[in-house]
């Protein structure tokens, strides 16, 4: 056993912890500690919260340490390279991080009372809180998904991040993107909820009286909108009308289509959307007038734009502050 391949330990080692091991794989792995191995085995850590992975590891492996069954020989070999996992930090796994007990994270709630107030959460996403709504979002993104409760309406510009998916929960709905633009409007009161996309792609999930979701997911595209008018109505997916779009936007800097218009009111308008200061010398730009759609882009995507149409030699973002170096229309 002494020449097992390290890969078919790794594995062993994880169905054990898991409890799916077989009676047989068991066996191969007692047999491997069996032999003492002069150096423990290397489990490369693949998450940046190793505390969390070597607590995960620690009790999984207690809980099977304590248990009032006959410790073998495997039993105490795993308390030891426990042991010398969270001592040396060497060890190495890879897990979802949904089977992993979160670190404490600092949950913070935002209300709009009856105003427009715009929120930017830990991912860059940006948020325009409406009416009396409150949102919940944790100080760190620290998950495989991206979570937030809404009680309310909101219009959100998510952050694109294909590996980590953004999902809102509200009360009778769990809405999930990669990173899109879209407006919940959900009134509890009522029993009513709309979703209106404006660009991307939305997946919407009923829940029941118990809070699970259903397994059938609704798709909504640009220009669409899901609704539920009423209790006694089904939920559908209508056109959502330019009327519809201009309500949702009003009061907001989400749209950054810019035609024709001046380097001074691009800039001002960068500024309050992102919470930015950017320093040029008005001298070299003033007479600059730019024809661009940066709507559903991040800061540092527009800044590139602006780059190419002034010619910027450079641009630094740091600490909120951008300099601008270079270019112009003079």
Same mark, same amino acid.
């Given at each position: ?18 409890? %799916? ?20 085995? #290397? ?37 030891? @390279? ?5 001592? @040396?930090?060497?060890? &190495? ?51 495989? %998904?991206?979570?937030? %409760? =809404? ?6 510009? #998510?952050?694109?991040?294909? =590996? ?12 999930? #993107? ?34 699970? =979701? ?32 201009? =309500? ?28 930015? &200061? ?46 601008? %170096? ?5």
């Amino acid at each position: 056993m002494s020449t097992q391949n390290s890969s078919e330990i790794e594995h062993l080692a994880a169905k054990l912890l898991n409890n %799916t091991i077989t009676t047989e794989e068991r066996q191969k792995l007692e047999d491997w500690y069996a032999e003492l191995p002069s150096s423990p085995p #290397v489990w490369e850590l693949t998450d940046r919260n190793k505390e969390e992975l070597q607590a995960r590891l620690l009790k999984g492996i207690e809980t099977r340490i304590l248990k009032p069954a006959k410790k073998s020989m495997l039993w105490k070999s795993i308390s030891v @390279a426990a042991s010398f996992l969270l001592i @040396a930090g060497i060890a &190495t796994w890879t897990w979802q991080a949904r089977d992993l007990a979160p670190k404490f994270v600092q949950h913070i709630q935002v209300l709009s009372s009856g105003k427009i107030t715009k929120v930017y959460l830990p991912d860059h996403s940006i948020v325009w809180l409406k009416g009396n709504s409150r949102l919940e979002y944790p100080t760190i993104f620290s998950d495989s %998904t991206r979570n937030v %409760t =809404l009680h309310g309406q909101a219009l959100f510009e #998510v952050s694109k991040d294909p =590996l980590h998916p953004f999902i809102i929960n509200t009360s009778k709905y769990v809405t999930r #993107v990669l990173g899109t633009s879209f407006n919940i409007d959900e009134n509890s009161v009522q029993n009513t909820f709309k979703l209106t996309v404006l660009t991307g792609k939305v997946s919407i999930y009923a829940k029941n009286n118990k809070g699970f =979701l259903s397994a059938r997911r609704v798709i909504v595209t640009p220009g669409k909108e899901f609704e539920v008018a009423s209790p006694e109505d089904a939920p559908r997916v209508v056109d959502a009308g330019e009327s519809r779009k201009l =309500l949702i936007l009003h009061g907001t800097e989400y749209d950054m289509n810019f035609e024709n218009t001046g380097f001074r009111d691009i800039k001002a308008r960068i500024e309050k959307k992102f919470n930015v &200061t950017i320093l040029a010398d008005a001298s070299l730009y003033s007479n600059c007038h730019i024809s661009a759609d940066v709507t559903d882009q991040s800061l540092d995507n527009t800044m590139k734009v602006l780059k190419s149409v002034l010619s910027l030699s450079n641009y630094e973002i740091e600490n909120g502050v951008i300099k601008l %170096t270079g270019g112009g229309c003079n």
